[in-house]
């Protein structure tokens, strides 16, 4: 059991800088307004999500540039159907995740 969940973790973890995540990916900073508004949806709506902040994050900076034509904009929000909204509304996200 605990190996199953070990994989799972490094799964989840080479996963992150993808194009198609397992799930959904917030690229965002710690004092955003428009990241917060992001988190506050997808909590207040109960959608499960990954959120990565670039703060002394390399990685995630550099994919975040590349996704973005060299901007650092946040958020970058990678949906598992490839998908990416860069600073969106709540009407986006609602729009977006809406079944």
């Not at 799964?11 to 428009?34: F, G, R």
């Not at 949806?41 to 959608?47: G, L, S, V, Y």
């Amino acid at each position: 059991m605990q190996k199953e969940r070990l994989y799972f973790i490094i799964w989840i973890m080479d996963n992150l800088y993808s194009l198609t995540p397992a799930q959904v990916v917030m690229y965002s900073t710690q004092h955003c307004s428009d990241c917060l508004r992001a988190k506050a949806f997808f909590e207040a709506n109960n959608i499960p999500y990954v959120r990565i902040l670039l703060e002394d994050n390399h990685d995630a900076t550099e994919f975040v540039m590349r996704m973005n034509n060299g901007f650092k904009s946040v958020p970058t929000i990678v949906f598992p159907d490839g998908s990416i909204l860069v600073e969106p509304s709540w009407q986006e996200l609602k729009e977006k995740t809406s079944t």
